[in-house]
């Protein structure tokens, strides 16, 4: 059974970093051979994409919100996947889940990835 566990969550002020990590296990095919991504959801809100790396890596889109300042990568033979957030903004506050299903080669909607982390608050306040 997949399994996804999330850490390095924190409180920060404006404009600073944090790093998140994305543990995973279980799966049948190759970790570098599937979809995986960042999502995130504030209360009352849908959830939405932060950032996703294709399979294989050969592309990695990231929303509007946080181009140029959040960064996503995978270390395969750890079977992690990293997102990397600096310039943090006071609107970048949510719970932040990482995805991922080996059915997926790319795309980041939420209703494509059917295996999820159970969350991690992320809070930007002075």
């Known amino acids: 059974q997949v399994q996804l566990v999330e850490s390095g969550g924190g409180l920060v002020q404006p404009g600073g970093s944090l790093r998140l990590s994305c543990a995973a296990s279980g799966f049948t095919l190759d970790y570098y051979a599937i979809a995986i991504g960042w999502f995130r959801q504030a209360p009352g809100k849908e959830r939405e994409g932060v950032s996703c790396?294709?399979?294989?890596?050969?592309?990695?889109y990231y929303a509007d919100s946080v181009k140029g300042r959040f960064t996503i990568s995978r270390d395969n033979a750890k079977n992690t996947v990293y997102l990397q957030m600096n310039s943090l903004k006071p609107e970048d506050t949510d719970v932040y889940y990482c995805?991922?299903?080996?059915?997926?080669?790319?795309?980041?909607?939420?209703?494509?990835?059917?295996?999820w982390g159970q969350g991690i608050q992320v809070t930007v306040s002075s």
């Open positions: 995805a991922t299903d080996e059915d997926v080669l790319y795309g980041c909607y939420p209703k494509l990835y059917h295996y």
């Open positions: 790396l294709s399979a294989s890596d050969t592309s990695a």
